[in-house]
């Protein structure tokens, strides 16, 4: 991969966690401006008043046109709506890239009605943490963690790079390159399945006083991603709905062979099944 020169005006639209974590962490990278965008005055007042940003606007149309690269840190279908709605404002021959966690359609909506003279890049920084909002943005929450990337046929490989390179440099451990539909299939089961489990286990909770006085560190562990931001993954799974739902039902039998056993009392099953469930961890891991 070549060397880059980040000399470039950048513009972070959505500092909520995501957005301004990756604002802090590209002005390591001594570009000439980060600017951000979010319609709430008072993120972007906290973002101003913390450096995330070196200025901050509630409006984005004058901006646009001075960004070499535009980071839009929004919900999935309100990425496609800023892009769409901002078509005329944004910079001849620079790059978008999004960081939210559904690719197929936000990639197939956006390159639809996209000019030749911009270039879209789906991506997906695979961190997070239980708070959101700008309060709790950091530098570091990409350091180690991997970075998704989802190139279309439109996308050129010197930018594909320089996306790359960024990347590496603010902290991620591993650049990854797939389809969009690949992604989905692939993220249904590592980021949103276990939201799915954290959300059902709470929910099947029947009285919360009983339970405060016998929780240990393993079921902390299960549901912290109960901790879960409404709208955003009420989105996230409709959106992705096919590929969810087939992880769900592959669950499904998963539990199943376990409730029979259980009721069964099959011990010899059970130790089969774990034993196998721990090989199988390991390899991950």
């Known amino acids: 991969m070549e060397d880059h ?34 319609k709430d005055k008072d993120t972007v007042d906290i973002a101003l008043s913390k450096n995330i940003i070196d200025k901050g606007f ?33 910079k001849k021959n620079s790059i978008i890239i999004d960081v939210s966690g559904i690719k197929s359609k936000v990639v197939e909506d956006i390159n639809s009605f996209l000019p030749e003279d911009l270039e879209f890049i789906g991506t997906h920084p695979m961190a997070g943490r239980e708070n959101r909002g700008v309060k709790y943005a950091r530098d570091d929450i990409f350091n180690g963690t991997n970075y998704v990337i989802t190139p279309s046929c439109r996308n050129k490989e010197k930018n594909l790079d320089l996306i790359e390179s960024i990347a590496k ?74 590929a969810l739902i087939g992880k769900i039902e592959k669950f499904e039998e998963s539990l199943d062979r376990i409730r029979t056993a259980v009721k069964l009392k099959d011990r010899q099953t059970l130790c089969a099944i774990f034993k196998d469930v721990t090989y199988k961890r390991k390899q991950i891991f």
């Open 5 to 38: 020169d980040f000399r470039l005006n950048i513009v972070v639209v959505g500092l909520g966690l995501i957005g301004s974590s990756f604002a802090m962490a590209l002005k390591k990278l001594k570009p000439k401006n980060i600017w951000g965008i979010d």
């Open 58 to 90: 509630t409006s984005e149309r004058y901006i646009l046109k001075t960004a070499d690269i535009t980071v839009i840190a929004l919900y999935p279908e309100n990425t496609v709506e800023f892009v769409k709605e901002n078509i005329k404002n944004f």
């Open 169 to 242: 440099k603010i902290g991620f451990k591993n650049v990854v390159y797939t389809s969009p539909k690949e992604h989905d299939d692939m993220i249904a089961f590592t980021s949103q399945m276990p939201h799915v489990l954290a959300a059902a286990l709470i929910d099947s909770i029947t009285d919360e006083s009983d339970v405060n006085l016998f929780i240990g560190g393993s079921f902390k562990d299960v549901t912290r991603v109960a901790l879960i931001n409404p709208e955003l993954w009420a989105e996230l799974f409709t959106v992705n709905s096919d």
